[in-house]
């Protein structure tokens, strides 16, 4: 705890005691959180995504995690804030993003370049008249360089209360080599802001101090339902999310069960 | 104080043109003129100076037989009815307007009704205005369309007036007020007012088309938006005060530039909302140039702006503010210049069974406000399970894979793609058989899975890998290609 107390002194006397957790100052009220759609998810959130702060959504494939982003965006949405996604690869699917129940009407939808993980297939629809996607740098980090660069000006504008950044199928070793001043910056332009950002990603990337981090997965089950080949089908998925932030000791799961949208439902 | 100017023999264009050379602010009455007088003592002299001055210039336009009429009084409704209804110059001096008025006949006013039209009815009294199907408009819009639109006046009240044997405008102004209004309602109790020489409302000047156009020749050609954002600023910035001016905001913006190639290059920006801030504007016109930059350097920059009313803005208090239109339009044409166009705004769903369809819609955020629960909305449920919906994360360039079918049923997932699982399928549902727009020739869509184009005919699957992913699977009934399309999430 002296150690502890030291550091802290010296922080305070380096004028860097902002990067303290504990002095970091607490929004009071509700309007402090963006609530999700998820009355068990909330709890476990404090009350929702934290505003001004970075937090993430993150777990492998099938587990839940995209569901996690899109009912936060659909909960914004229907409290009638305008939200924005910055999908990195053009991932995201308007009709079950409607089922799920975002309004599509306020969703501000940048969508990056449908590359698949070779980087070999470039959408034929890249129109022409714009921009070329060339650069330093390969394909692949241009694509999500650019994606960055959309994320800063989404945020510096303040028109969005919710911003998600899908960085899902960003390899790994992609992610690593963005520097950290990415984030820093972002968090420094969102701090004290109604903006919250969501980073979506298959591994842990970034959280801000007052942040959370959802990982999603863990003891998944997919529901069937039918007996016979012809009438089964899949109905959702059950799993498990383990809810993180860096004042709280021990993570909060909470069980996640998600339904699969389809014709016959 | 007010000048009226009446001539039936000289043309509309001619009258006011002879009012232009006295005051920018006049109205369109119909055929009569009326001047806003006020300050033109300095240097015109008194008002009988004035008023000789005025019949001079109107003299040299009328015909030798027919004498133009002009009045000054204080207030514009006596200053019309006396240039209706005494020939010659007529001057009133300040607070005797009933007096001069009063030997008038009473037909004057229903005369000053059908010059004046829908543009002095529309702003009478409330009941007048209930009565009308028009509201108010702005002068040009008013008085351009009055001059269309007149219609053959109620005479009721001027019957009844003759049936009461009143015949001039003093004798109507004697009447009580109470009980004219008792009778007659709110059109006599107007007309009263009119004939004491009191005003319903207040001048409306006449506006002039002015076009917003703005150009300037260089004397160096100039390449690079650099240095061209410095000409755009000194050409919007007088644009953007004659807008503040004329309570009117840009709805388009027509970029004009002619190159040294003596071609013209030329872009249109539709803005979704009213603005006038320079700075915008200039960001705006920039932004979309440097994504459609003219391929010579540039001898003449012209900017034309389309006007529109400006904005009202009334927020409520009781619900979140909205960003201001200019700073999102901002933001789309900052985004659109980095991702390209159709890459951002609002998806939008379209009326088809197409999977997946959509089409790309402009961003805005004006919505109206609506606290109704929307049809689709998911209410909180409290549980301590967290229920969602799940995600279908589509793969805009479907995956080819190579898929092994025992019996009918995919039975082996194998791609060559990195971050894909392949393997033995665990469980498989499907399949679901969907098809469409076969009899269409090219797909109307604009927008949709890529490949996809035109008519479909296939079969779905959801497939669950040995690592827990669920994959959509999809067959191209006609080529048999089989495909990864999405993975729910």
Redo the contacts between chains.
Sequence with gaps: MAARAAVEALLREKKLDRTLTSTLPERPGEDAVSPV??????RALAGGVPRGQVSEVVG????????????AL??AS?????IALIDTF????????????I??????????Q?????AA?I?????P???AVNGPGTFLERVID?AI??LN??VQ???C?LVVIDL??V?ATALRRLPASTWFRIERAIEGSDTAVMILAAQPVARSAGGRSMVVGGD?R?Q?R?SH?RT???I??CTR?SISAARCSHAQD???????????T | MFAALYAPSVPAAALAGVARQFTPRFEHLGAVILLDAGGLSRLFGTAQQLGEHLRDALSKLSPGDTIPRVAIASTQTAAALLALGSPGLTVVMPGKEAIVLAPLSVGVLDQFERLSGSGLRASGPPGLQASEPSGWHHPRHTHQASRGKRRAPDNRVLDILGKWGIRTLGALSALPGPDIHERLGDRGAYWQQLARGMDARPMVPWVDDVPFEVSLELEWPIEGLEPLSFVLARLLEPLAEQLERADRGAAAIYTSLRLTTRSVFTRTLQLPAPMRDPKTLRTLILLDLESHPPDAPIDVVRVFIEPTPARVLQWTLLARAQPAPEQVTTLVARLTALMGEGHVGSPGLVDTWKPGAFEMREFHVNHPIDNRPSPNSHPIKESSIAELTSALRRFRCPVPTRVAVHEGRPVRVQTDRQGFSSGAIVQAAGPWRTSGEWWEETGQLASGPAGQQGGWDRDEWDVAMPDGTIYRLVVEREVGQWCLEGVID
């Design positions: 759609g998820s009355d068990a998810l909330n492998p494939a099938s587990s839940g995690r995209t569901s996690v982003a899109w009912a659909a909960a229907r409290r009638g804030e305008s053009d991932r995201f699917d308007p009709p079950t993003a409607h089922a799920c129940g309004d599509l009407s306020r969703l501000l939808w940048v969508r990056g449908a590359v698949s993980k070779t297939a959408d034929p629809a890249w129109l008249g714009v921009r650019r660069k959309s000006l989404v504008s303040g028109v209360t899902i199928d390899p998944t997919i069937w039918g080949d089964r089908r899949v959702g998925v999310a909470v069980p996640l069960a998600t339904t699969v949208v389809n014709a016959l």
